[in-house]
């Protein structure tokens, strides 16, 4: 054998066991188990996250749970990390595990879904503005509707929509879903003179009408996702305006698909209520996905896909300008949701009221 095909070979052999060096002996993405709030698991599920997360470092696995469920039904210790949706829920689970260190990647605004003659038919009653691709909601001025019972036909002028029906804002189950939730805080907070409130004594007052707009709403979803798809679906008659998140509106303009018809229009409550997206790391694991998640610009972007905020805004208005997508261009009448106790004690209180009238489990 010649000198030049012994030392090609010996190249070849020297190339091949350096590959398999690499192969076998990369370090393997470290398994990382989580709670979440199930309306982040089409994110988690995309494989392009899951690519970016092992690049990372992470081979991450969830498992989907109600935001109170999580903050309440588990032994969280046996998991990396709980990521529900709602400050509420994560100060709970902190407080309660004595964890100081959290992270929030990303968050989106409570909106709401109608269509454009009872939008158009709400600025006739001087309740709504039209600001050019959405509207903005008086929530104060709406309350009065709520809290006597008003029906479509009563409204003075109202040609677009006369039906029998009470006017109410569709939402899921406050009892296990974080939307209606922070629906119940935003309505608390208006309700309650425009204050935060503070204790439990004073929501008591405030519950006949707050009980109310769950109750009378009839059968509920649990998810997020069933109203606003019954929404897309079933039309005006059946969801005239339904609670939902900013980010379930713009995912699903990004997909182009001709489900949002010309008269479904975006409505902002003012004030609104942003649900926060809070990951409480149990593990380095957990830290390490908290710290990907806030800083990796490749899953930035993909949270964007799926129409949630953080702090790549220059990305997020490049994407919902793609899409046609117009939004405020700051939400400045934001209130907080009051605290976990407080909270969760109108939650306790709307469901004794449930079982009281025989009202679905």
Known sequence: MDRTRIIFLSIIGVTAVAVLGIFLFRPRPQPVVGLIGSEKQPFFQDERVQAALRRNGLDVRVQKAGSREIATAFNLREYDFAFPAGVPAAQKIQQQYGI??????????MALMSWRPIAELLVQQGIATNEGGYYLVDMVKLLPLLQNGTRW???????????NQSILIRSTDVRKSNSAAMYLGLMSYVANGSNIVQTLNDARLLMPFLS??????????????????DYLVKGMGHSPIVMIYEAQYIAQAALGDATLLPDMVRMYPSPTIFTKH???PFSEAGHKLGQALENDPELQKLAIEYGLRNSNLAEFRRFTAEHNVRLPETIVNVVEPPSYE?????????EQLYQQQGGQP
Request: charged content about 10%.
């Open 100 to 109: 100081s260190t959290s992270y929030d990647p990303f968050f989106t605004p």
């Open 153 to 163: 036909s009563e409204l003075p002028g109202n040609t677009v929509f006369p039906v």
């Open 212 to 229: 109310g707009i769950f109750l009378r709403q009839g059968m509920q979803a649990s998810s997020s996702q069933e109203p606003f798809e």
């Open 278 to 280: 809070v990951l409480i």
């Open 342 to 350: 407080v909270l969760e004690g109108m939650i306790q209180m709307i």
